[in-house]
């Protein structure tokens, strides 16, 4: 059948996102809606009303991935399936993700309005704690759906204060499923991920659509420093073992590395500094390294480059080291046709597209591992993301789920 000419209802969406945006507001706009936290339940809870008043058979699996499924004509095969995460940073903004989730609900609102059968099961997606930003790692509903962790490790992972556990929390809001959480319980076809930019790119180059060709690796790293507390006023300063002081020349080494080498970035992002009192000299200090590239290996080399020069911080400084590897996901290389589809279909809506890659990570890192995968971008305002302030435009959101309609009748209508 010829869809090329259906459209969804963008004031509907515009209405769905700012629903959405007051659960879990602060006073500047922006979001705090951790998983596994009462305003998650709250937005779940909303997402299960619309899923059902959309036609939708849902599912809740182990993890509290929600799977909203409009069947198809021809149940032997594979779906289409496309979603995101309704979860938050810590503070975080009101489209990360949630415009994934919200426009695959639209998606699926414009598609049981206009009575279409297609010819594959299409399903929609709220996967769990995307952002770990109460409880790493991140893509943890994910990650456990695409068998990368087992749910008992994700259940048993400790909140950033160490004072619960993923799997009370997940329990406490009613959506531990009983569904089993694995890709090997679903036929999935092909899978597509709209999402906010969160860089730079699309608005400067003033184009409208972004067709990613993959994510860059993350590869998260742990860094614990022992250093000796004294009282910071008799204590002279040479001869101190000052924890902090050790780190801050090693997040130095963090940016340096990442310059040099080039093609990545590396952050440090968290850090907790004990006793954290102005006049004590800290004496243990946690602090964590983000880096991410295209090329796994490169990233490797920078870790190794940036562990040697800590040992000599930590030997000269007299704090004594200890490193974790945390979490690492490999770089995701799209599906190629399913991406030159992005293009194609966004250019058939008269949008401007380009090709780019993804600096920020997504569930599709983990959905692309056992199926084939693309996302669909949009631009962010100065480029900016993680933050209150974080916007996109309505007119480009609704722009983003069109492209996503169309690449979704298209593949969901494939034998
Ligand atoms: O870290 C990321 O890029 C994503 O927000 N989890
Ligand atoms: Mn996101
Ligand atoms: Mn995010």
């Known amino acids: 059948m010829d869809f090329n000419?259906?459209?969804?209802?963008?004031?509907?969406?515009?209405?769905?996102?700012?629903?959405?945006?007051?659960?879990?507001?602060?006073?500047?706009?922006?979001?705090?809606?951790?998983?596994?936290?009462?305003?998650?339940?709250?937005?779940?809870?909303?997402?299960?009303?619309?899923?059902?008043?959309?036609?939708?058979?849902?599912?809740?699996?182990?993890?509290?991935?929600?799977?909203?499924?409009?069947?198809?004509?021809?149940?032997?095969?594979?779906?289409?399936?496309?979603?995101?995460?309704?979860?938050?940073?810590?503070?975080?903004?009101?489209?990360?993700?949630?415009?994934?989730?919200?426009?695959?609900?639209?998606?699926?609102?414009?598609?049981?309005?206009?009575?279409?059968?297609?010819?594959?099961?299409?399903?929609?997606?709220?996967?769990?704690?995307?952002?770990?930003?109460?409880?790493?790692?991140?893509?943890?509903?994910?990650?456990?759906?695409?068998?990368?962790?087992?749910?008992?490790?994700a259940y048993e992972r400790k909140d950033r204060d160490g004072k619960t556990v993923f799997g009370e929390e997940l329990e406490k809001i009613g959506y531990k499923g009983t569904f089993p959480c694995s890709y090997k319980e679903w036929n999935i076809y092909a899978a597509y991920e709209l999402h906010i930019e969160q860089g730079p790119q699309l608005e400067q180059a003033g184009i409208q659509i972004g067709a990613p060709?993959?994510?860059?690796?993350?590869?998260?790293?742990?860094?614990?420093?022992?250093?000796?507390?004294?009282?910071?006023?008799?204590?002279p300063m040479v001869g101190r073992n000052d924890a902090l002081l050790a780190a801050s020349e090693m997040n130095i080494v963090v940016n340096k590395v990442a310059h040099q080498m080039g093609n990545m970035v590396g952050t440090v992002g968290e850090i907790q500094n004990y006793p954290n009192s102005r006049n004590i000299i800290p004496s243990k200090v946690h602090f964590t390294v983000d880096i991410r590239s295209w090329d796994d290996e490169h990233a490797v080399k920078a870790w190794k480059m940036?562990?040697?020069?800590?040992?000599?911080?930590?030997?000269?400084?007299?704090?004594?080291?200890?490193?974790?590897?945390?979490?690492?996901?490999?770089?995701?290389?799209?599906?190629?046709?399913?991406?030159?589809?992005?293009?194609?279909?966004?250019?058939?809506?008269?949008l401007s597209a380009m090709k780019m890659y993804s600096g920020a990570g997504h569930d599709m890192s983990e959905v692309n591992q056992v199926t084939r995968g693309a996302m669909i971008f949009v631009p962010s305002i100065d480029g900016r993301s993680h933050v209150e302030v974080e916007e996109t435009p309505y007119e480009d959101c609704e722009n983003g789920v069109n492209v996503l309609l169309q690449c979704v009748l298209k593949t969901a209508d494939e034998v």
């Open 213 to 235: 060709k993959g994510i860059l690796c993350l590869h998260w790293y742990d860094v614990y420093l022992e250093g000796t507390a004294n009282q910071v006023g008799p204590t």
């Open 5 to 153: 000419n259906l459209r969804i209802n963008g004031k509907r969406l515009r209405e769905t996102i700012e629903t959405s945006a007051g659960i879990g507001a602060t006073p500047n706009k922006g979001l705090i809606r951790c998983a596994a936290t009462p305003e998650d339940k709250i937005g779940r809870d909303l997402l299960l009303k619309w899923y059902k008043e959309a036609g939708c058979e849902v599912t809740i699996d182990e993890m509290g991935n929600m799977f909203a499924v409009r069947p198809g004509k021809n149940r032997e095969l594979g779906a289409v399936l496309t979603g995101s995460h309704f979860d938050t940073q810590k503070p975080g903004g009101r489209f990360d993700g949630i415009l994934g989730v919200l426009g695959a609900l639209e998606v699926m609102r414009t598609i049981q309005e206009n009575n279409i059968e297609l010819e594959r099961d299409f399903i929609i997606t709220n996967w769990t704690n995307e952002e770990g930003g109460w409880f790493a790692p991140a893509c943890m509903g994910s990650g456990v759906w695409a068998g990368n962790h087992s749910k008992e490790w």
């Open 306 to 350: 940036m562990k040697k020069e800590f040992e000599v911080i930590a030997e000269r400084r007299g704090c004594p080291i200890r490193t974790e590897e945390f979490w690492k996901v490999a770089h995701a290389p799209f599906d190629q046709e399913l991406n030159d589809r992005v293009v194609e279909s966004a250019e058939a809506l008269g």
